[in-house]
């Protein structure tokens, strides 16, 4: 098992290694060049800027079993269908039974944004939120951890 993270809009890349140093367990960290990263845990790589090119590399190193960490619907998608978990960076999991009412909330949101109309504001992100997302990790890891 290892943890892929979508790392460009991530604002939980310092919990999710925090955690997973815990647990030992290994983290990707996928990024285009444009964001500079450094980490002296995971392993860092840094693609062309592009359309979906961290989505690609992404897939490409997701096996069943691991955990993607994304607040991108579409990539959650193709994770699910690699038999793997995915955590949106709010705390809680894509699944099968709620990915697709998320694309089609996505699909509509894109549709009002073409149009010009205002989409509702988007809350700042506040320390509870990441406390809330580093007790989901924390538990899903304890859970698929055996010492």
Same mark, same amino acid.
């Given at each position: 098992?290892?943890?892929?993270?979508?790392?460009?809009?991530?604002?939980?890349?310092?919990?999710?290694?925090?955690?997973?140093?815990?647990?030992?367990?290994?983290?990707?960290?996928?990024?285009?060049?444009?964001?500079?990263?450094?980490?002296?845990?995971? @392993?860092? &790589?840094?693609?062309?800027?592009? %359309?979906?090119?961290?989505?690609?590399?992404? $897939?490409?190193?997701?096996?069943?079993? =691991?955990?993607?960490?994304?607040?991108?619907?579409?990539?959650?998608?193709?994770?699910?269908?690699?038999?793997?978990?995915?955590?949106?960076?709010?705390?809680?999991?894509?699944?099968?039974?709620?990915?697709?009412?998320?694309?089609?909330? @996505?699909? &509509?949101?894109?549709?009002?944004? %073409?149009?010009?109309?205002?989409?509702?504001? $988007?809350?700042?992100?506040?320390?509870? =939120?990441?406390?809330?997302?580093?007790?989901?990790?924390?538990?899903?890891?304890?859970?698929?951890?055996?010492?």
């Amino acid at each position: 098992m290892k943890i892929l993270i979508d790392a460009d809009a991530s604002p939980v890349k310092n919990i999710i290694i925090q955690v997973a140093k815990k647990y030992q367990i290994p983290v990707i960290i996928v990024s285009n060049y444009n964001h500079r990263m450094t980490s002296d845990y995971a @392993r860092i &790589i840094t693609i062309d800027e592009g %359309r979906d090119m961290a989505d690609h590399e992404i $897939i490409n190193h997701t096996l069943p079993g =691991d955990l993607v960490v994304t607040q991108d619907y579409g990539l959650a998608s193709l994770v699910l269908m690699k038999k793997a978990d995915c955590l949106h960076q709010n705390g809680w999991f894509y699944t099968n039974d709620n990915i697709d009412g998320l694309l089609m909330q @996505r699909q &509509i949101s894109q549709k009002i944004r %073409r149009s010009k109309q205002r989409n509702t504001h $988007i809350a700042k992100r506040t320390e509870k =939120d990441n406390d809330v997302f580093e007790k989901k990790l924390d538990e899903y890891l304890k859970s698929r951890c055996q010492f």
